[in-house]
């Protein structure tokens, strides 16, 4: 059975640092690329970061750049999002997607499996 499960979140001031994790489980992991995205109440589901199989090729969302990191431990099958000076406008649910075609990280189309998703509040 596909698993992802996401945890990390929290309650953060302005300024302050998170890191997510997503872990995997019933599928071979590295066989695939994952994404980031968040979804705020009422709002559609926004990407954020994705990462390919290998860790090599690595996408953000242009409000993210230079803040949030993406990466991927194989052997532990996890993926993690380092997110940085976070802002107010981060808060919402965070979740972890597999990518099934390898490639346009950024429409939540091409994800087969989604986690649960984890809270992410930055107060100002």
């Known amino acids: 059975q596909v698993q992802l499960v996401e945890s990390g979140g929290g309650v953060v001031q302005a300024g302050d640092s998170l890191r997510l994790s997503c872990i995997t489980s019933g599928f071979t992991c590295s066989n695939y690329g994952i994404g980031w995205f968040r979804q705020a109440p009422g709002k559609e589901r926004a990407f954020v970061a994705g990462i390919d199989w290998s860790g090599h090729s690595t996408y953000y969302a242009d409000s993210v750049k230079g803040r949030f990191t993406i990466s991927r431990d194989n052997g532990k099958r996890t993926v993690y999002l380092q997110m940085n000076a976070l802002k107010p406008e981060d808060t919402s649910v965070y979740l972890c997607?597999?990518?099934?075609?390898?490639?346009?990280?950024?429409?939540?189309?091409?994800?087969?499996?989604w986690g649960q998703g984890t809270q992410v509040t930055v107060s100002s």
């Open positions: 997607g597999t990518n099934r075609r390898g490639s346009y990280y950024g429409n939540s189309d091409v994800y087969g499996h």
